[in-house]
C-alpha cells in the first residue's frame, strides 16, 4: 500500500481553466476515447497500486465532470441516461478511476435539489472550472450504514464545529470539496457541510486496504474542530420528505460501474482466447476460439452482459422520466428500474469476471496477467449495497404492488 497520509501529497492545488461543456453525444465519445487510455494502464495500477492522479486530472479536464451542471449556471444539463452511459464506458476502461467521481455527481445532484442560489452560483462553478467533490459520508462501528455520528455543533459566532471521522470516502483523496454528511447540533437532522479539502482540522488517510478497486483510495477522512460557515450547509435530510430520485440517481451509477466492469471482463477474455488460447484436444478445432463450448460460454455471457447493459439504458430513462414528472408513482418506478438493473449488473459483474477464466484455460490464471482484477473489482463493488435487497423489492412490487422504501439507496 502506498503510505500517503495527507491528500495534499497526492493532488496538489492547482488553478483551473472553465471546462468544455459538452454535448451528450460528445459525452459519449469522450468517454469512450477516456476509457481506451485507462484501460491501456488499469492491469499495472491494479497490480502496483499506483493511484491515477494524471487520470483524474485528465478527466477533470475533459469537461465530464461538469455534464450534470444544470443549464441555468452554465452547464449541459445532460440527463441521467447520457451520465450512466459515461460511467460504463469508463468503468470498462479502469472501474476504479470511474468509481471516484461517483460522489461528485451525487452530490452535484444533492446541490440541485437543496443548495441555495448563492451556493449553487458559487460550488457548481467551481465544478465548471473541473473541481472536484469528494465524499465523507460512511462511517465505521455504527449499529448500520445509515447511522452516523459526525456532528456540526454552534460555534458562537454564528457557525459551526464539524468533528468526526469517516471511512470509504471514496474520492476524498482527490477531492477538491468534501460533502461531509453530519447531524446538525448532535442529534438534530442531516446536513451537509462543505469543507474544503486543504481546510484546517481536516486530514485524509489513504488507508483503503481492498481486494478489488484497489486504486480508489476509499479510506478515511479525520475532522477535528473544522470550521465551517453556516453559507456552507445545505439540508440533507429535506430530500427524504417527499418523492425523490436521489437514491435512484446514484445506485443508477453503481449498476453503471458494474455493468463497466463486466464487458471489460468479457472483452479481454475474447481477446485472450483469440491470441493466447490453446485449443482443448477434444474440440478438434485449430483456435480454442473455435471450441463449441467456448463458444456457448461466450454467447451465454454476452446475453448476460447485454441484459445487463438494457437494463441500465432503461433504469437511466426511468430516472429521467421521473424527475421530468416526479410523483410517488414516478418515483417508486425509478427506484424499481434501478434496482432491477443493479441485480443485473451485479451477477453478470461477478459471473462473467469469474467464468472468464474456465474460457480462457490455465494460462490466463498467471498473476503477471491480472485477469483476476475484473472479479476482485467486481466482487468488492457489488458490496456496496447487497443486491439481494433490490430482488426483495422487486419481488414485493410483483407480488403486491408494494413500492419500495424512501431513502438514498433505491
Known amino acids: 500500500m502506498v503510505a500517503l497520509s495527507l491528500v495534499n501529497d497526492i493532488a496538489p492545488e492547482v488553478s483551473r481553466a472553465l471546462v468544455p461543456v459538452l454535448t451528450a453525444d460528445e459525452a459519449v465519445r469522450v468517454a469512450g476515447e477516456l476509457a481506451a487510455e485507462l484501460a491501456a494502464g488499469s492491469a499495472e495500477r491494479d497490480t502496483e497500486r499506483i493511484l491515477p492522479a494524471a487520470e483524474l486530472e485528465a478527466l477533470s479536464a475533459s469537461g465530464l465532470l461538469a455534464i450534470t451542471v444544470p443549464e441555468g449556471y452554465g452547464g449541459a444539463d445532460l440527463p441521467a441516461e447520457t451520465l450512466a452511459e459515461v460511467f ?3 468503468a470498462s476502461g479502469d472501474p476504479s478511476v470511474a468509481q471516484i467521481p461517483h460522489s461528485h455527481f451525487v452530490y452535484v445532484n444533492a446541490l440541485r435539489h437543496q443548495g441555495t442560489d448563492d451556493q449553487q452560483v458559487h460550488l457548481f462553478g467551481e465544478v465548471l472550472r473541473g473541481k472536484r467533490f469528494g465524499n465523507a459520508q460512511s462511517e465505521v462501528g455504527t449499529k448500520h450504514v445509515r447511522d452516523y455520528r459526525t456532528t ?3 460555534r458562537g459566532d454564528g457557525g459551526w464545529l464539524l ?35 486543504t481546510a484546517p482540522g481536516v ?34 435530510h429535506l430530500t427524504f420528505e417527499g418523492p425523490q430520485t436521489y437514491g435512484a440517481f446514484a445506485q443508477l451509477l453503481h449498476a453503471a460501474l458494474d455493468a463497466g466492469i463486466a464487458r471489460a471482463a468479457l472483452s479481454e477474455a475474447a481477446g485472450f482466447v483469440t491470441t493466447k488460447s490453446r485449443p482443448y484436444p477434444d474440440a478438434q ?8 463450448l467456448v463458444v456457448q460460454a461466450f454467447g451465454e455471457m454476452e446475453l448476460q452482459v447485454r441484459a445487463a447493459e438494457a437494463l441500465l439504458a432503461e433504469a437511466g430513462r426511468a430516472v429521467d422520466r421521473a424527475d421530468a414528472h416526479l410523483t410517488e408513482e414516478s418515483a417508486a418506478h425509478a427506484s424499481l428500474a434501478v434496482a432491477a438493473a443493479r441485480a443485473s449488473s451485479t451477477q453478470a459483474s461477478i459471473e462473467v469476471g469469474s467464468r472468464l477464466f474456465e474460457v480462457a484455460g ?37 407480488v403486491d404492488g408494494t413500492f419500495p422504501p424512501n431513502h438514498g439507496q433505491l
Open 88 to 90: 460504463r464506458l469508463l
Open 163 to 197: 468533528n468526526g471521522e469517516k471511512g470509504y470516502s471514496t474520492g476524498a483523496l482527490f477531492a477538491d470539496w468534501i460533502p461531509v454528511l453530519a447531524h446538525l447540533d448532535v442529534d438534530g437532522p442531516m446536513h451537509v457541510a462543505w469543507v474544503e479539502r
Open 203 to 236: 486530514s485524509v488517510v489513504d488507508d483503503w486496504d481492498g481486494m478489488g478497486q484497489r486504486t480508489t483510495a476509499s479510506g478515511t477522512v479525520r475532522l477535528q474542530d473544522v470550521r465551517v460557515d453556516s453559507d456552507l450547509i445545505t439540508p440533507y
Open 152 to 154: 456540526l455543533t454552534p
Open 285 to 292: 478445432v485449430e483456435r480454442a476460439a473455435d471450441d463449441p
Open 362 to 398: 490455465t494460462r490466463s490464471a498467471l498473476a503477471s496477467l491480472a485477469l483476476d482484477r475484473h472479479w476482485r473489482n467486481a466482487r468488492t463493488h457489488t458490496l456496496h449495497d447487497p443486491a439481494g435487497w433490490k430482488v426483495q423489492h422487486l419481488g414485493r412490487y410483483a
